[in-house]
């Protein structure tokens, strides 16, 4: 007859088992080909591990980015894609996400998209963020 403590030996290897089979699964990092492209302000600014993915820090600072001029004090990405309201702050949460939506998009130029939020062309940011929604099935957000 088998003995408890040998069933409850055996569970205890299989669990480990189980657990150290398992953590390259949770510990795999996300590659680009995982992320969809037209993703919305929101989207970027809940996921920020995946900026590390497309090699962009978002502690970066906004101006230098997009060859711009806009802030000062400067602000980071992080902080000009969690901005509210309209104007400046929509063109830098706007802008912060189409530049991250052109890496991932292989239709995109990314520098194109820089000299968009340079030359402080809201709508077309809105265009490109609307149209790879589109293309994706993600919905578009309106502005927070």
Known sequence: MISLRIILFSLIVIGIAIVLVSIPLVLQEPSIEDIDFGCTPEFWRENLELWKVLDVNYDDDFDETFGSDYFEPDITLEQAI????????????????AYLDSIVNPYA?????????????IHALDTFISLCSENTGVEKNSNP
């Open 82 to 97: 969690n901005l509210e309201g309209p104007g400046l702050n929509h063109l830098a949460r706007s802008g912060v996400a």
């Open 109 to 121: 130029d990314v520098e194109i998209l820089r000299e968009t939020v340079h030359d402080n062309s």
